[in-house]
């Protein structure tokens, strides 16, 4: 179900800024159940409706308690009227697991980003033997100019293991028209307390990653 993200935090923007877009952008979030999909889904979510934007989040749980995949498409713009994403209309897809990110690209439009955590997590119908492992997973991901990131070992060099999910979002802030202010005001509003130091380290070597 499809829903609109409110706040009751004060605004990240300055009086009468807001960001404009000239149409609605689309991201796509993939990965598995434990990645941190949706926490990463909110924190844009947050940071594009402080920005002034109209927000709608869908989220998709499969078997997610299992380990099975989970997507987030949060649409933005001046008024988003409809949460369809079929192939070829993402602006922008974050992947958490590999394997994830090779079924997502087909979403993914043209001139569009793909960010890609460089893991690989056996997906449940190759662990009960019913599907096999696809080849050279890395070489197709190559192949449509993703780029790859070893978040799972800046998160440990951040000081913060579990901030996998936010290192990406790192990534994804630098395809997107929002300051790194905005960003960092939403991840403070939203991991626990005793994290926001480790989490915005995580986030700006995610950027850093990205080649920001």
């Known amino acids: 179900m499809a829903h609109a ?34 926490l990463a889904g909110n924190v844009l979510a947050m940071t594009a409706s ?72 056996i997906p449940v119908p190759v662990n009960i033997g019913t599907a096999r492992m696809p080849e050279n997973v890395g070489g197709k991901l190559d192949a449509v100019g993703a780029v790859k990131i070893d978040a799972g070992r800046i998160a440990r060099e951040a000081g913060s293991p579990r901030s996998t999910n936010v290192v990406l979002v790192g990534a994804l802030s630098t395809a997107l028209p929002f300051t790194v202010e905005e960003w960092e005001d939403a991840i403070r509003r939203r991991v626990p307390p005793k994290t926001i130091e480790a989490n915005l380290v995580a986030f700006a070597r995610g950027r850093e990653a990205a080649g920001a």
């Open 5 to 38: 993200i409110a706040t009751n935090e004060s605004a990240t923007v300055n009086v009468g800024q807001r960001v404009e877009l000239d149409q609605t952008k689309t991201v796509l979030l993939v990965g598995v159940g434990g990645q941190g999909t949706i």
């Open 50 to 121: 402080a920005a002034g934007l109209d927000v709608k989040v869908s989220e998709i749980h499969g078997m997610s308690q299992r380990g099975g995949s989970v997507s987030t498409i949060i649409r933005m713009g001046e008024k988003v009227d409809t949460m369809v994403c079929d192939p070829g209309c993402a602006d922008v897809v974050v992947a958490f697991e590999a394997i994830e990110a090779l079924r997502a690209q087909q979403f993914l439009k043209d001139g569009g980003k793909l960010f890609v955590n460089d893991e690989t997590i």
